[in-house]
């Protein structure tokens, strides 16, 4: 199995920026699909943003195109999260997520789901 582990969250004011990392072990990680989903409270969770297997495709939701970069470093097994611009609505526990290989572009299911970061945006 794999294991994942996020960092980085916090409290930001609005306009800030933070950047959340997700260590993997366990398996090869350049195998998997990385990305990030978000749980607001009272709201459900949403798809943040996905990586490709070597990081060549990324893959975005709507509302965080432009603030948001996804990316990896297979040799660190880790993916980050860069958040630019954020808004009270960003404020959200952050998990990351991982795909083996089979699951597909974007992936159809993600296996592996992290504990989660808290992210917090103040207006």
């Known amino acids: 199995q794999v294991q994942l582990v996020e960092s980085g969250g916090g409290l930001v004011q609005a306009g800030g920026s933070l950047r959340l990392s997700c260590a993997a072990s366990?398996?090869?990680?350049?195998?998997?699909?990385m990305g990030w989903f978000r749980q607001a409270p009272g709201k459900e969770r949403e798809f943040v943003a996905a990586?490709?297997?070597?990081?060549?495709?990324?893959y975005y939701l709507n509302s965080v195109k432009g603030r948001f970069t996804i990316s990896r470093d297979n040799a660190k097994n880790t993916v980050y999260l860069q958040m630019n611009s954020l808004k009270p609505d960003d404020t959200a526990v952050y998990c990351c997520?991982?795909?083996?290989?089979?699951?597909?572009?974007?992936?159809?299911?993600?296996?592996?789901w992290g504990q989660g970061t808290q992210v917090t945006v103040s207006s």
């Open positions: 997520v991982a795909a083996p290989r089979f699951r597909g572009w974007p992936p159809t299911r993600y296996d592996y």
């Open positions: 366990g398996r090869t990680f350049s195998d998997y699909a």
């Open positions: 990586i490709t297997w070597s990081g060549g495709t990324t």
